[in-house]
């Protein structure tokens, strides 16, 4: 109770702590942007500056008739008005402020600028916003944020953008799932390192555009409009210089951190350096100005995520529990000419993952319930070496050749134990087990796509050839140690069974295929997409299960039923034919083709083998229509069919895992999904708002599943079937708003809801079972800031779930799930900075046992010196020593709760020393002499 009244306090004190300064007043500037020909200009930037000090005083965005207002309150008296067009002169114009000012310009029409053959540019002043045919833009120096921000800080000023706590972040509502830096990548391809080490003073202009592959940026063909690039641009005499930022801290219970990353830039070469160790589940390069490395991975653990972190398409400390990660890379991106780009890194992580889980599951059959108890400790080492190297090549401008090979390697052990327990309902034991086991694990995957492209006419016409080849190796010795105790129907021990086996299993896949694909121009908005691909893979996989012989005591001993050799072949033929319509406002496609799948295997322990062949025909049609430059609608429909796997297919008893023996089916058919997605999208400028709306699902018919028959000593067989009906939807929706008030100080509120129906099929026992389930979310958030001095982030989520089960109705569920957040960071006084991240959980289905709410507090307090180059700092991690990790899993014929180890309570003490020069400047070193 007294958290929850300390809780109520601080949200009361982000909302209470909204100020307005005196000598304020109101003003309205209205009127409309025309041409030469008195043709509306739509989506003109309309912005107003003070004239003492060139500050931003607001802004806004003409209409689909080319009117504009801007209207609010300042303490500014006289303003320069500035609207600026692509393609025309930037208009600017002096107005004197007095009280209550209400100022109709009329119609103002532009000149074309002559000598601009892209953008215009301005000398002396940007527009802080520009929407161009298909990218948004921003000045960066427009967004007012603290002095020394990062990239993400100002991301969050951004109209219509948002950056969730895990620093995913969304326009519009739509993903970002890559960052660039002068149209080249950062460091691989994790967002985060660029938007927690960018400094803002480097940055010029920040461009949203769909996201596009290499080939698609050449050809100008169509990107994927519903994952989002960011590409920021460098002021070109910044271009030349190196940042850097150190860290090293020690806690108590043995917690430390070492992180640094370090980056040269010079034009169009660039090094950057990154290398960390910690034993706290985090990457140490995403670093956070109050918390740095503390606070998000490990405070995603207490939300139920399982504390992974990812880097250049590598992940670390995924399962759970407590990783001590040593990672170090470096990468290079140099550009010659403006013909060839070379673009290659490497990186290393040593990972060392221990876990602990505790479980308890109901099992639901048709005509009884069991139950297990299970508690079980792992630890995973692994060294994992992953280089990429890119070679792109314009022997002319209609010719582009791209050449990316990769390789990961891996190398690691991993042990375990569990201990098991299964009893019925009236609490008799049916088994127990334990288990043991000690794995070396070695894989090697390589692979490379080669492409090379000739465009041709003046209407987008092309031509592509592909060739990718994929080879992968994976060997892996593991001793396996198991002990059963079987128990009557009377809980009397009745047998005991042991496994001791040394398990050898070597896989190994080659795949190489060939693409071709055309666009043949039919007019100025039709054309012609033809394309055709090719794909032939061969695997071999070996397990041979040895246990040990009497005399000798060695594992020499083969268990053929335990083992087998698999050899299997895939061919795939798909070609496909497609018309693509493109103009101002609609782009569209309709598309489809057949797909030839033949699959062959063969075991060379049984002597059995298949060989089917199936023909499926697919299809797929989008369209996206721009009502204006800020909404839009889009929809996609697509079906697909899906081969079942090998394992499905395979006509033969697999006695592996004696407690599951799996026999394939070798009639089944593919499975036919048919998915549609749509969604509405719209920012208006003038009121800062923005909203965003999805509708979605799929229908899946000859789904493949599983029969299952369970015995009464819980031995299952199990095998495969198709089914009809099994299908999920999804809706929800967004909306977000600024507002900024008269001190300049801004309130940004982000709200949504959304919703999942989704019902799954099966068979227990025999008996075919369905499950629905549903699920409402709304949740609301909110920042306010005060430049320099607070920001506040209280935020709010609750799910209504139901979930319904025809196997056994008394399983039904209906619970609600509580998420309370709130951030406090203050930057006072001036030096200082104090953060607290504050998150409180109650789950609403947890079994007796298993806590089911918990607080998460995290505190840190810092302080600069040496200017803001170096900063010293205490952070606490779970203030109030609750952090868990608990969740219940509900599936179609079980209930599980799960309690995972996590990182408990530590205090850490650290301190980052940051280095940087632009442009031959040092960028601190000028702060200090403003201070």
């Known amino acids: 109770m007294a958290f929850k009244n300390m809780l109520t306090q601080f949200f009361l004190l982000g909302f209470l702590m909204i100020y307005a300064s005196a000598e304020a007043q109101d003003y309205k500037i209205q009127g409309k942007v025309i041409d030469s020909e ?41 303003v320069n008005l500035y609207i600026s067009f692509t393609g025309f002169q930037t208009y600017k114009k002096k107005y004197q402020l007095s009280e209550n000012s209400t100022i109709n310009t009329g119609s103002i029409t532009l000149k074309l600028d002559d000598n601009t053959l892209g953008e215009v540019v301005v000398q002396g ?63 691989g391809d994790d967002p985060k390192i660029a938007t927690k080490n960018l400094p803002k003073e480097i940055i010029n202009k920040i461009q949203v555009v769909d996201t596009k592959t290499k080939s698609e940026e050449f050809t100008g063909k169509e990107g994927d409009s519903e994952n989002k690039t960011i590409n920021i641009t460098i002021d070109e005499d910044k271009n030349k210089g190196y940042f850097a930022r150190l860290t090293a801290g020690g806690g108590t219970d043995e917690r430390y951190e070492l992180s640094g990353i370090g980056n040269y830039f010079k034009d169009d070469l660039r090094v950057s350096i990154l290398a960390s160790s910690n034993n706290i589940n985090s990457s140490g390069f995403t670093f956070d100005e109050v918390f740095d490395a503390m606070g998000r991975s490990a405070y995603s653990i207490a939300r139920n995520s399982n504390g992974s972190f990812s880097i250049d398409g590598n992940s670390f400390g995924g399962g759970g529990g407590i990783t001590k ?13 403006d013909k060839t780009e070379l673009s290659t890194n490497y990186f290393f992580n040593r990972g060392d993952t221990k876990t602990r889980t505790q479980i308890e599951r109901e099992n639901i059959l048709p005509d009884r319930t069991y139950f297990n108890t299970s508690i079980s400790s792992s630890e995973r080492k692994n060294d994992n070496h992953r280089a990429r190297f890119g070679f792109e090549f314009e022997p002319d401008t209609l010719t582009r050749i791209s050449f990316r090979p990769n390789m990961t390697v891996n190398n690691g052990y991993s042990k375990s134990n569990s201990n098991t327990n299964s009893f019925g309902e009236n609490g008799n034991p049916i088994n127990n087990a334990e288990t043991e086991q000690f794995s070396e694990l070695y894989s090697n995957n390589f692979s490379n796509r080669l492409d090379v492209t000739r465009k041709f006419g003046s209407k987008g016409g092309f031509v592509s050839l592909g060739f990718n080849n994929t080879n992968n190796i994976s060997k892996e010795d593991n001793v396996y140690f198991s002990s059963r105790e079987i128990y009557d129907d009377l809980g009397n021990l009745e047998d005991t069974e042991v496994q001791d086996q040394f398990i050898n299993q070597n896989t190994k896949e080659d795949e190489y295929s060939i693409r071709a694909n055309t666009r043949l121009p039919l007019s100025e908005k039709l054309s012609l997409d033809i ?30 039923t335990l083992s087998n050799d698999f050899n ?34 063969e075991d060379l322990f049984s002597e059995t083998s298949f060989d089917n062949t199936y023909n499926n025909l697919y299809s797929n049609a989008y369209f996206r229509y721009k009502i204006n430059k800020t909404k839009s609608i889009y929809f996609n429909y697509r079906n697909s069919r899906n081969a079942p796997s090998i394992t499905q297919l395979q006509p033969v008893t697999n006695t592996t895992n004696p407690l599951n023996v799996v026999t394939g089916n070798p009639n089944l ?91 799954n099929l099966g068979f227990s026992n025999g008996v075919k079972f ?31 779930i139901n979930a319904k089960y025809s196997l056994n109705n008394t399983r039904d569920q209906n619970y609600i799930n509580h998420d309370v957040g709130l951030e406090l960071t203050s930057y006072w006084p001036k030096n200082f900075m104090f953060g607290n991240d504050i998150s ?20 840190s307090l810092g302080y600069k010196i040496l200017g803001d180059d170096g900063i010293f700092k205490v952070k606490v991690f779970d203030v109030l020593d609750q952090n868990v990790s608990t969740r219940r899993n509900t599936g179609d014929d079980f209930v599980q709760d799960t309690q995972e180890l996590v990182l408990e309570q530590y205090v850490m003490f650290s301190f980052t020393y940051k280095i940087s020069k632009f442009g031959g400047k040092d960028p601190n070193k000028k702060r200090g002499m403003r201070f």
């Open 669 to 759: 058919d593919p499975s036919l999904e048919h998915r549609v997605y749509m969604n509405f999208n719209n920012y208006d400028f003038k009121s800062r708002s923005g909203f965003y709306a999805y509708l979605g699902g799929n229908l899946t018919n000859d789904q493949v599943v599983s029969i299952t028959t369970t015995n009464e000593d819980l031995v299952r067989t199990t095998t495969y079937t198709n089914v009809d009906g099994a299908y999920s939807f999804f809706a929800g929706a967004s909306l977000d708003k600024t507002i900024t008030l008269e001190s300049k100080n801004t309130i940004k509120i982000d709200a949504g809801i959304n919703g999942n129906l989704s019902r």
């Open 325 to 337: 990660s040593d990672n170090g890379g470096v990468s290079l991106v140099n550009e010659w000419d």
């Open 840 to 859: 409180y959980r109650h789950l609403g289905n947890i079994a007796p046992g298993f806590k089911n709410d918990f607080v998460l507090w995290n505190m």
């Open 38 to 78: 008195n043709v509306a200009l739509e989506s003109a930037t309309i912005y107003v500056e003070a004239v003492k000090d060139s500050s931003l005083v607001d802004y806004t965005i003409s209409d689909v008739e080319g009117n504009f207002v801007i209207e609010g309150t300042t303490d500014v008296n006289a």
């Open 531 to 560: 394309s055709y691909s090719y794909t032939k893979s061969k695997g071999k996989s070996e397990r041979l299960v040895y246990e040990k012989d009497a005399v000798s005591g060695e594992y020499e001993v083969l268990i053929d």
């Open 568 to 601: 299997s072949e895939t061919f795939n033929h798909r070609p496909n034919i497609g018309l693509v319509y493109r103009d101002d406002k609609l782009r569209a496609s309709i598309s489809g083709g057949l797909e030839n799948v033949r699959l062959k295997n």
């Open 770 to 800: 369905d499950s629905d389930r549903y699920s409402v979310s709304p949740r609301i958030g909110v920042q306010y800031d005060i430049i320099d001095i607070l920001t506040v982030e209280p935020s709010y989520d609750v799910s209504f």
């Open 125 to 187: 002043t940007k527009a802080p916003v520009s929407i161009k045919t298909d990218t948004l833009e921003f000045n960066a120096a427009s967004f007012k944020t603290k002095a020394d921000a990062n990239l993400e800080e100002v991301l969050k000023k951004l109209p219509g953008v948002a950056v969730d706590k895990d620093g995913a972040i969304t326009v519009n509502g739509k993903k970002v799932s890559r960052i660039l830096v002068n149209g080249k990548e950062f460091f």
